[in-house]
């Protein structure tokens, strides 16, 4: 299982064009060139492998219970919400504008959740978190709070982040390990060739479109393209998946026990850190930027 609080990654279904080869361990990719791990870095990588096969079986039958099917793409009609959202596009684009004048301090993907080194190695995946989990993001709430709003208006709102993909950027092909939430995007800064701008969900492919939706299964192997020269800049949200009672009792109950796992709170523990750096580095460099300007 893969991720911070969203938990991306697991087993490659049907994969295509690269990932982690079917025979790797979850979890060994990104800790490979630490040897020897820490303590901590076992508990979490034996979270990931229990986890995986826990879920595995109770996924394929939340598939067969769900209430919107078991499908790559979903009529954006079944979930009430969206148009709200959609409504509101502007104003969290305002904020995640404001992001990119800092955009080289933004926390790598990687840096947040290390099973990710997987997928993405380099600097040109960035992530900005709100929510996470049953975690709050309070750097993510304080610098985006109408954002913050507007997703916890969302029913079943798990994990809400801004993700930003650089020009030529792949994001390898993967699946996430659980049927239990639905992966939402919303468009926000699209290029202008949007059809080099892509996500394949199974065999289905969509282009982003500003202040537009787009809600899959990211259980079903996915990988993403920017063959552009622009910036892609999406709202990335996990939702509960409806189901029926007392099916949707049991997935809450699942999905707060993630929650509290060794791999989530490694990731919260990230998130922290991160957070820290970033406000101190953020009130050096509006310091050097006061003497230069004073200077001129």
């Given amino acids: 299982?893969?991720?911070?609080?969203?938990?991306?990654?697991?087993?490659?279904?049907?994969?295509?064009?690269?990932?982690?080869?079917?025979?790797?361990?979850l979890g060994s990719a990104a800790m490979a060139d630490s040897a020897p791990q820490?303590?901590?870095?076992?508990?979490?990588?034996?979270t990931i492998k229990v986890g995986e096969r826990i879920l595995a079986p109770i996924e394929r039958f939340i598939g067969k219970r769900s209430l919107v099917g078991d499908i790559t793409f979903f009529p954006l009609e079944r979930f009430d919400w969206v148009k709200h959202i959609e409504d509101?596009?502007?104003?969290?684009?305002?904020?995640?504008?404001?992001?990119?004048?800092?955009?080289?301090?933004?926390?790598?993907?990687?840096d947040i959740s290390k099973d990710q080194i997987e997928i993405t190695d380099d600097d040109r995946w960035k992530t900005f978190f709100l929510y996470g989990y049953g975690f709050e993001a309070k750097l993510g709430v304080e610098m985006c709070p109408r954002t913050a709003a507007l997703m916890r208006e969302i029913p079943g709102m798990k994990t809400a982040m801004i993700?930003?993909?650089?020009p030529r950027k792949h994001?390898?092909?993967?699946?996430g390990p659980y049927k239990g939430v639905l992966r939402y995007h919303l468009g926000l800064i699209v290029p202008k060739d949007a059809a080099a701008c892509r996500i394949r969900v199974g065999d289905d492919i969509r282009h982003w479109e500003e202040g537009k939706s787009l809600i899959f299964d990211d259980?079903?192997?996915?990988?993403?393209?920017n063959e552009t020269d622009e910036t892609r800049v999406v709202l990335f949200v996990?939702?509960?998946?409806?189901?029926?009672?007392?099916?949707?009792?049991?997935?809450?109950?699942?999905?707060?026990?993630?929650?509290y796992s060794p791999f989530v709170l490694d990731a919260k523990r990230n998130q922290e850190?991160?957070?820290s750096r970033y406000r101190a580095g953020h009130g050096e460099r509006a310091s050097a930027a006061g003497t230069s300007a004073a200077a001129g």
């Fill in 219 to 225: 259980t079903f192997n996915h990988e993403v393209w």
């Fill in 38 to 46: 820490s303590l901590w870095d076992r508990v979490v990588a034996l």
């Fill in 88 to 110: 509101n596009w502007m104003v969290i684009r305002e904020e995640a504008e404001r992001l990119l004048d800092d955009r080289d301090a933004l926390a790598n993907f990687q």
């Fill in 1 to 25: 299982m893969r991720g911070p609080f969203h938990m991306k990654a697991g087993r490659a279904r049907g994969a295509r064009g690269g990932g982690r080869r079917p025979d790797t361990p």
């Fill in 163 to 166: 993700s930003i993909l650089s």
């Fill in 273 to 275: 850190a991160w957070e």
């Fill in 238 to 259: 996990d939702i509960l998946r409806p189901l029926p009672f007392p099916e949707s009792a049991i997935n809450r109950a699942i999905i707060k026990a993630i929650g």
């Fill in 171 to 175: 994001i390898l092909d993967h699946r």
